[in-house]
């Protein structure tokens, strides 16, 4: 069981795992997928829902019976199962324990791996994702309510609750955290984090073969406030539209608004003592448990700010860089529009054979 945490390479090791799920097959080792109704990062992503009773803005009900799906086919394949998605992090108790009741037994071994990183940079990717998701906040309200714990993403990057629940009466062996690398040794080592989750998947990495090129791209200050803006603008109906995440957070906000390089969200020194506490609080409650670390954990504390590096606040960024931004988001999104067909024309058409047909 892979349980996030967001923000940390998810979406191009789901989508890798999802490539390669014959060649993994080969070597006794199952990405459960449900051919051809939905991809398998689709799959999981429901079964996860579906375990915790949750819609997250789609129609209600759209995720029932995918859990008991994914049971099934777990215990039908055999071997090793990979099920994977970042939105179980912050699982209550009770869908954790039912997890354990359907997939568990004397024949069967689970593993929990986490993936985690430093709060200097996983709390600014969460306020990108959110206001991806819909989120309407500023980037200061955010801050200030995950540094007391309350939202979604805050729960999710927990490192000792989230593993505390999903490690409940497993062996600490069995409970497995992939940290980060930062971005230098990322630089230097760019296969470094598969690597990492390859070894905590105990998966080899040319198992899976093919790359995947899926990035959940950054944005910058400017791009995040124009999306904010917008979410403002649409109404919850338009966000629940089945078309919205492929348009809004597929073409809109990763290929155009992500393409763009404006100022970085970083976060402000002031939040630097609590990051800097958080992760060493983090780093004695790994070598306390005695869970397998994969990685670094001192990884988990924040790089320092740099010396004579000036903080410019993301809600305050110039109208003439949001202009810029909106305008190249209006053009991609132009675009779109005139490369889609024209309903009224098709249905113009299909009149007019109507009208020549009925003459004959």
Same mark, same amino acid.
């Given at each position: 069981?892979? !349980?996030?945490?967001?923000?940390?390479?998810?979406?191009y090791?789901?989508?890798?795992l999802?490539k390669?799920?014959?060649?993994?097959?080969?070597h006794?080792?199952?990405?459960p997928?449900?051919?051809?109704?939905m991809?398998?990062?689709?799959?999981?992503?429901?079964?996860?829902?579906?375990l915790?009773?949750?819609?997250?803005g789609?129609a209600?009900?759209?995720?029932?019976?995918?859990?008991?799906?994914?049971?099934?086919?777990v215990?039908?394949?055999?071997g090793?199962s990979?099920i994977?998605? #970042?939105i179980?992090?912050?699982a209550l108790?009770?869908?954790?324990?039912?997890?354990?009741?359907?997939?568990?037994?004397?024949?069967t071994e689970?593993?929990?791996?986490?993936?985690?990183?430093d709060?200097?940079r996983?709390a600014?990717?969460?306020?990108?994702?959110?206001?991806?998701q819909?989120?309407r906040?500023?980037?200061?309200?955010?801050?200030s309510r995950?540094r007391?714990?309350?939202?979604?993403?805050a729960?999710?990057?927990d490192?000792?609750?989230v593993?505390? +629940?999903?490690?409940?009466?497993?062996?600490?062996?069995q409970?497995?955290?992939v940290?980060?690398?930062?971005?230098d *040794?990322?630089?230097?080592?760019?296969?470094?984090?598969?690597?990492?989750f390859?070894?905590?998947?105990?998966i080899?990495?040319?198992?899976?073969p093919?790359d995947?090129e899926?990035?959940n =791209?950054s944005?910058?200050?400017?791009? =995040?406030q124009v999306?904010?803006?917008l979410? #403002?603008?649409i109404?919850?109906s338009?966000?629940?539209?089945?078309?919205?995440d492929a348009?809004i957070?597929?073409?809109?906000a990763?290929?155009?608004?992500?393409?763009?390089?404006?100022?970085?969200?970083?976060?402000?020194?002031?939040?630097h003592?609590?990051?800097?506490?958080?992760?060493?609080?983090?780093?004695e409650w790994?070598?306390q448990?005695? !869970?397998? *670390?994969?990685g670094?954990?001192?990884?988990?504390?924040p790089?320092p700010?740099?010396?004579?590096q000036?903080?410019?606040?993301?809600?305050?960024?110039? +109208?003439?860089?949001?202009?810029?931004a909106?305008?190249?988001?209006?053009?991609a999104m132009?675009?779109?529009?005139a490369s889609?067909?024209?309903?009224?024309?098709?249905?113009?058409?299909?009149?007019?054979?109507?009208r020549?047909a009925s003459?004959r």
């Open positions: 069981m892979h !349980v996030g945490a967001p923000k940390t390479g998810t979406t090791l789901q989508d890798r999802g390669n799920v014959k060649s993994l097959a080969s006794d080792v199952h990405v997928t449900r051919p051809p109704l991809s398998s990062g689709m799959f999981h992503f429901r079964a996860a829902l579906d915790m009773g949750q819609d997250w789609g209600p009900g759209h995720a029932e019976g995918s859990w008991d799906a994914m049971v099934r086919r215990r039908r394949a055999g090793t990979i994977s998605h #970042e179980l992090a912050p108790p009770e869908h954790v324990a039912r997890l354990k009741s359907d997939l568990g037994g004397d024949d689970i593993h929990i791996v986490y993936s985690a990183r709060l200097a996983q600014p990717a969460g306020w990108q994702e959110s206001v991806k819909g989120r906040w500023k980037y200061g309200r955010y801050l995950v007391n714990g309350r939202p979604w993403f729960r999710a990057f490192l000792p609750t593993l505390s +629940t999903w490690g409940n009466g497993l062996p600490p062996e409970v497995h955290v940290t980060v690398p930062h971005s *040794v990322v630089d230097a080592e760019p296969d470094l984090l598969w690597h990492r390859c070894r905590a998947f105990a080899e990495p040319e198992w899976a093919e995947s899926r990035t =791209a944005l910058g200050s400017a791009e =995040a999306l904010r803006a979410n #403002e603008r109404g919850r338009t966000r629940n539209n089945p078309g919205y348009l957070l597929g073409m809109l990763d290929e155009t608004l992500g393409g763009r390089r404006s100022r970085p969200i970083l976060l402000p020194p002031k939040f003592d609590w990051a800097q506490e958080r992760g060493a609080f983090w780093m790994l070598e448990s005695g !869970v397998d *670390v994969v670094d954990a001192a990884e988990l504390l790089e700010w740099p010396d004579g000036e903080f410019k606040h993301p809600d305050r960024v110039s +109208t003439k860089a949001q202009l810029r909106a305008l190249d988001a209006l053009a132009t675009e779109e529009a889609r067909p024209d309903p009224d024309a098709s249905m113009l058409a299909r009149i007019r054979r109507a020549e003459k």
